[in-house]
């Protein structure tokens, strides 16, 4: 395009540099383009990035984001460590999964976000942390929606993010996260390079069932074949989160459960003690249930780390998002979406 334009080919690799490079996205602070070269760009393409509607840090350096592009209202978290900064990205308005635990579930769907949508939520949030001296070093699709159902645009924002032409995150720095959509897991494995999460939650068909509608439509059984197929085309470890929900999956049971599960897989597991919330029907365990849980599995050489998710205090930690926007949101859920795409019976 730039040469079209009568600009010398290393134009192009000054603009590149700057938006992928340096993560820049303002035209006017591209300093080496000439002035009328700025001016054309800016008038002639789109650079518009969505709007920050609302901002809400919490003291444990989580920043929820509630931006607004032409489309709609779309959220995102920025997670800072030591070390490292996560941005923790949307794939849809709601979800139509209906997860039980999950607000996003309740919220129901909305939209799918495009390509360029998820890609905002990485330039606004980059735009933010530069200024404190940190880059976004990690990108995890844990927001709200599931990636899977919004498969093309997902694979090709991950490709983007991870593209040595392009951003440049490392390929295990950028994670899927999936309730589990066996056919879509196999396709992942031949078109990204990522890193895969799989929201288990219960490894028994009758609970998982229970906890995560999709599970009838892809069973236990599907889903550790897709996972096995997934870790042969990959070589790759896979990470299975699962949610501590008290009196419901995280006895001695459910323990062992999991453990037959994981027989076969190369996996590491994340116990997440459940994210409480007004409305949703469940708790968090006690500390001595956590822990034995979590016995239960050392001592069969399953190491499994407690994470406790930042940001709760501002409703930005897994699964809380959308909690408070259904009217901004503008939508009402739309449950009949599940029934009609046949992944629960009800
Ligand atoms: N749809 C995808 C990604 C978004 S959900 C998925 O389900 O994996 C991101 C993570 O938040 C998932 O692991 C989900 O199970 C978890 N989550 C949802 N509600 C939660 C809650 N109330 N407490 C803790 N984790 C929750
Ligand atoms: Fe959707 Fe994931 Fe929430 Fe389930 S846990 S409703 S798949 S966002």
């Known amino acids: ?132 001296g940190r880059r976004i070093s990690h990108v995890v699709f844990m927001g709200m929606g599931e990636p899977l159902d919004n498969y093309d645009h997902v694979v090709a924002a991950v490709n983007r993010l991870t593209g040595k032409d392009a951003f440049g995150l490392s390929v295990r720095n950028v994670t899927v996260s999936t309730s589990g959509l066996a056919p879509q897991i196999r396709s992942l494995a031949r078109d990204v390079q990522a890193a895969l999460a799989i929201s288990l939650h219960g490894a028994r068909d009758d609970l998982r069932t229970e906890l995560m509608p999709i599970n009838r439509r892809y069973p236990l059984a599907e889903l550790k074949s897709a996972l096995l197929d997934y870790q042969q085309m990959t070589g790759d470890k896979i990470t299975i989160e699962y949610i501590l929900i008290k009196d419901k999956n995280c006895g001695i049971r459910e323990a062992k459960e999991l453990v037959k599960f994981l027989h076969g897989l190369r996996a590491k597991v994340n116990l997440i003690p459940f994210n409480a919330h007004p409305g949703l029907p469940y708790q968090r365990p006690d500390d001595q249930t956590i822990r034995d849980f979590q016995l239960y599995l050392a001592e069969r050489s399953i190491p499994a780390p407690v994470r406790y998710s930042k940001g709760l205090e501002v409703s930005a930690a897994c699964g809380q998002l959308a909690a408070k926007n259904l009217e901004t949101l503008s939508a009402a859920p739309k449950r009949q979406d599940v029934l009609n795409r046949g992944f629960t019976q009800a």
């Open 1 to 132: 395009m730039l040469t079209k334009w009568g600009q010398p080919k290393f134009r192009a690799q000054q603009l590149i540099d700057w938006l992928y490079g340096k993560r820049t996205f303002a035209v006017g602070s591209m300093t080496n383009l000439p002035q009328a070269l700025r001016t054309k760009l800016e008038s002639e393409l789109k650079w518009d990035l969505p709007e920050t509607v609302s901002r809400l840090d919490s003291a444990d350096g989580a920043s929820k984001l509630l931006l607004k592009s032409e489309r709609g209202l779309i959220e995102s978290v920025i997670l800072r460590y030591e070390g490292r900064t996560s941005l923790c990205v949307s794939s849809q308005v709601g979800c139509r999964l209906a997860c039980s635990f999950c607000q996003t579930g309740r919220l129901g769907f909305v939209r799918h976000l495009t390509t360029a949508e998820i890609l905002a939520q990485f330039a606004i949030a980059e735009q933010i942390v530069q200024p404190e």
